[in-house]
């Protein structure tokens, strides 16, 4: 036990070290020589770590145990869950670092080793690890074997094509599968940006990829012809759009139901507190205040009145006898919880509505005893030595989950505070907010 305090407690202090660091030297090559140093610290970091991760989730493993009568997820699952919270990560972060670390550590003994050297950065070490995840552990040794001499100097591009050289000459048939399988795994996916758009990203066959790019060039050349004011790039995204939703982004307003929880002051245009969009994000009271106008004009607007307590902007309590979460105690949960897994450091979108006390322990269906998670996160609450509790700051205050894991590390999940608080808008008084309430319903 002294020996893993001392070990802790140097690197502590290597840390704190670094991080009062004051840069010296008589001019810029003793600068770019330290610049040069710090690089190869944080690859021996990088490397430690993926030893330290390895070896904790080999030892995780011996751990595992079972409840009787109790699911109990992958335990690959707890492990990542636990590693993520350690290097300020999300959760499937996590366990594509432990993965990742048990390949570098196993099969890649050569890229590791240049990791250590500061030959390679933490990032390519990674990706030479996903890239061989396809092949058996004797083809990967094969690969690291082969690349080892080309590692020193290779930026990202030629590092990924010397990786996919190596893996098409190693494993020819492994990769034919590979190029099939993907061919068959072709799907659709979106992220949120920080500016009120978003991306839709497809994985196409690169012919189809072709076609459809094909269509949108045809379809911008001939807005050109028509003397359209829109740009090129605007054209093809509401191409795009009204191929596949029917409506048309630049003249009609669509009628599919969403979601925009927005204070009253704003959307009267009296603050400045942006929207919400559940599971998307904010947007600017103005932007908020036209969606709601131009759906209005078309008569596809509908506004649902829900109650906020002032002083945290925590939505009120809603209960169910249901054991399930469903109907409007589901979406009460999405819009307190803005739509995103509670975990801390996770960001994917809510998907199940979960007991933070079990229902099997008596827990109740009430919003105070729910809360929106991921499907991965909440299956890694199942596992054994996983609890959480709901904490009680008030009627008013904002929802609060804590939690400790299996090997005690604590988690601490607090609802996001809603639109409609003092911040950039005036101080009405409860009689104004409900007349200006009254006013809006009837507008």
């Given at each position: 036990m002294a020996n893993r305090s001392n070990s802790v407690g140097e690197l502590h202090a290597v840390a704190d070290l670094l991080a009062t660091l004051v840069p010296s030297g008589d001019g810029g090559v003793d600068l770019l020589d330290q610049l040069d140093a710090l690089e190869r610290v944080k690859s021996a970091a990088a490397a430690a770590q993926v030893v330290v991760t390895a070896a904790?989730?080999?030892?995780?493993?011996?751990?595992?145990?079972?409840?009787?009568?109790?699911?109990?997820?992958?335990?690959?699952?707890s492990i990542g869950a636990e590693v993520a919270l350690a290097t300020l990560a999300s959760p499937y972060s996590g366990e594509q670092r432990v993965l990742l670390s048990r390949r570098l550590r196993d099969d890649l003994p050569l890229a590791l080793a240049a990791l250590r050297r500061g030959e390679l950065t933490e990032d390519r070490a990674f990706a030479i690890a996903r890239e061989v995840a396809h092949l058996d552990p004797e083809q990967r040794r094969r690969?690291?074997?082969?690349?080892?001499?080309?590692?020193?100097?290779?930026?990202?591009l030629r590092l990924r094509q010397a990786v996919r050289r190596s893996c098409l000459t190693v494993a020819a048939d492994a990769e034919t599968r590979r190029y099939r399988r993907a061919r068959a795994d072709r799907r659709v996916g979106s992220r949120q940006l920080d500016d009120g758009t978003g991306q839709l990203v497809a994985t196409l066959p690169l012919e189809d990829l072709a076609a459809v790019r094909a269509a949108l060039d045809a379809a911008a050349?001939?807005?050109?012809?028509?003397?359209?004011?829109?740009?090129?790039?605007?054209?093809?995204?509401?191409?795009?759009?009204?191929?596949?939703?029917?409506?048309?982004?630049?003249?009609?307003?669509?009628?599919?139901?969403?979601?925009?929880?927005?204070?009253?002051?704003?959307?009267?245009g009296a603050g400045t507190e942006p929207g919400l969009l559940p599971g998307v994000g904010p947007l600017p009271a103005a932007l908020c205040t036209d969606l709601v106008r131009s759906a209005s004009a078309a008569a596809k607007a509908t506004l649902?009145?829900?109650?906020?307590?002032?002083?945290?902007?925590?939505?009120?309590?809603?209960?169910?006898?249901?054991?399930?979460?469903?109907?409007?105690?589901?979406?009460?949960?999405?819009?307190?919880?803005?739509?995103?897994?509670?975990?801390?450091?996770?960001?994917?979108?809510?998907?199940?509505?979960?007991?933070?006390?079990?229902a099997a322990d008596g827990g109740r269906t009430t919003s105070d005893n729910g809360q929106g998670l991921c499907e991965r996160c909440n299956y890694v609450k199942e596992t054994p030595g996983w609890t959480s509790w709901v904490v009680h700051p008030g009627h008013a205050g904002l929802h609060e989950v804590h939690g400790v894991t299996e090997h005690l590390r604590i988690i601490r999940s607090t609802s996001p505070p809603l639109?409609?608080?003092?911040?950039?808008?005036?101080?009405?008084?409860?009689?104004?907010?409900?007349l200006a309430s009254t006013l809006t319903l009837v507008a």
């Open positions: 904790f989730a080999d030892a995780a493993d011996t751990e595992a145990e079972t409840v009787p009568g109790r699911r109990t997820p992958p335990r690959a699952m690969v690291d074997h082969d690349l080892g001499p080309q590692l020193p100097g290779l930026g990202d050349a001939k807005a050109r012809a028509d003397a359209d004011e829109r740009t090129a790039g605007q054209v093809r995204a509401d191409t795009l759009v009204a191929r596949i939703t029917g409506t048309d982004p630049a003249t009609d307003v669509a009628s599919v139901r969403v979601n925009l929880v927005i204070g009253v002051e704003s959307l009267l649902r009145r829900l109650f906020v307590a002032p002083g945290e902007r925590a939505l009120v309590a809603m209960e169910s006898t249901s054991r399930t979460f469903d109907g409007l105690l589901a979406e009460f949960l999405d819009l307190r919880d803005g739509g995103t897994c509670r975990t801390p450091g996770c960001n994917a979108a809510i998907r199940h509505h979960d007991h933070v006390a079990r639109p409609g608080g003092a911040a950039g808008a005036p101080a009405y008084s409860p009689a104004e907010l409900q």
